[in-house]
């Protein structure tokens, strides 16, 4: 949390990036019991350039990535791996 509000890449209060809103959205998600999953994704494996959430809401899972303007829709990467989140 501490990288995206104070101590991040840009310099700049609240402007994290991918695994920041993830993580952030995870916890919030574990607050209101939403079961939710980290996505690490990547053009090749082991090399992840992207984090997301999934979550399973309404009886179905659903992308929610806080980078992306539209809500459940995933990026075309060739590798992800799902992490349950405790």
């Not at 995206?4 to 809103?21: P, R, V």
């Not at 309404?58 to 809500?71: I, P």
Request: with cysteine; glycine share 6%; charged share 15%.
């Amino acid at each position: 949390m501490e990288t995206l509000f104070e101590n991040n890449y840009w310099g700049i209060s609240g402007a994290g990036d991918c695994d920041c809103f993830s993580i952030a959205f995870a916890a919030c998600m574990q607050v209101v019991n939403i079961e939710s999953r980290f996505v690490l994704a990547g053009r090749t494996p082991n090399v992840w350039v992207h984090a997301y959430n999934v979550i399973f809401y309404s009886g179905e899972w659903m992308a929610v990535d806080l980078t992306c303007s539209n809500f459940n829709v995933e990026r075309p990467y060739k590798f992800t791996i799902e992490k349950k989140i405790l």
